[in-house]
């Protein structure tokens, strides 16, 4: 997931690093799945290391539980009324460890590399720690004396971001495919449908149809959703055609899946109606006989009750023919 910020610069006159506003930079936090954010830049020359900027915005993000994960910065350079030249864009994160002030420099922890240019880029920084809270100073050296100056920033990455997976990806119907969301807290699952546990990391969902869910979860003060689908397939592969001429191929009938339905119920008829096969199980596939005798070469009809414990399935029915 990805969050776009539209800032605006303005100036506001002298104002550093460690001033009384700057303590609304903790408070300035800055979420995976927000929706743009309209901000401003405080007219203050930051050095930090690295970071050099005559105008700076100040936010902070929160990584989530997975560690050693990445965010990825994209700046565009906007209109500006700066007439000197090509403006800088850049950006530097910071870490901000418990307790530290968010206004005070000497209290950071480690820094990144800061990555700058005059036109649309993008960076990513790696190896970030999880459940720490990290300060994204984002600057331009456009002159303040020239008035606003606007420029975009889109930012996400694993770090901030909610993940999922799906085990296995397709199921036939009556299976079964476990769910995972990782890097949050407080999962909640939508649709419910199928699903043992919709407040769950792991739910397992035994879906009747196609199903796209949709995980919520929190990352510190954020929260973020991301989707998994489950597939559901036809429940068995059925063959048409069998051929019991005793060369030991395709001489009995086959129907892949059946094993997972141990209550199923397979019956055969003749074209007249009569039933010349009937399993419970369907442990032993069927040869072509009736009650050990073989049948003539001919269409036969076959219903199959699955019988399902977990999801309603309707009788299947179709034709089976021996050609010999």
């Known amino acids: 997931m990805k969050v776009r910020l539209i800032l605006l610069l303005f100036s506001f006159g002298a104002l550093r690093l460690g001033a009384q506003s700057c303590g609304e930079i903790a408070a300035n936090v800055m979420c995976a799945d927000a929706a743009p954010l309209g901000a401003s830049m405080i007219d203050a020359p930051i050095t930090l290391g690295c970071f050099n900027a005559s105008m700076t915005y100040y936010t902070t993000f929160t990584t989530g539980s997975e560690a050693a994960g990445s965010i990825t910065v994209r700046m565009t350079p906007g ?16 870490e901000l460890p418990p307790g530290s002030d968010a206004c005070d420099p000497t209290t950071y922890g480690i820094q990144s590399d800061c990555y700058s240019d005059t036109e649309e880029f993008s960076a990513t920084v790696n190896n970030l720690a999880a459940n720490t809270t990290y300060l994204l100073l984002l600057g331009t050296n456009h002159l303040p004396a020239f008035g606003p100056c606007e420029f975009e920033v889109v930012v996400g990455g694993s770090a901030i971001d909610i993940s999922t997976t799906v085990t296995p990806f397709l199921v036939y119907l009556g299976g079964s495919a476990d769910l995972a969301a990782f890097n949050a807290s407080n999962y909640t699952w939508s649709p419910p449908n199928y699903l043992d546990d919709d407040n769950s990391a792991t739910p397992v969902s035994t879906p009747e149809v196609t199903t796209e869910y949709t995980v919520t979860g929190t990352i510190g003060e954020c929260s973020v959703s991301a989707q998994a ?3 559901v397939g036809p429940p068995l592969v059925i063959y048409n055609t069998i051929t019991p001429n005793g060369d030991d191929i395709n001489d009995t009938w086959t129907i892949l899946g ?7 119920v397979v019956t055969i008829y003749d074209r007249w109606g009569q039933q010349v096969f009937r399993s419970t199980g369907y442990t032993q ?5 009736n009650r050990g005798k073989p049948l003539p070469m001919a269409a036969y009809y076959y219903v199959i009750e699955l019988n399902s414990f977990e999801v309603e399935i309707p009788p299947i029915t179709g034709v089976i023919s021996i050609v010999k």
């Open 258 to 264: 059946i094993e997972r339905f141990e209550a199923s």
């Open 79 to 94: 209109d500006c009324d700066d007439f000197t030249g090509p403006n800088t864009v850049g950006f530097t994160i910071v």
């Open 285 to 289: 596939e069927w040869d072509g006989t």
């Open 229 to 231: 689908t489950v597939t």
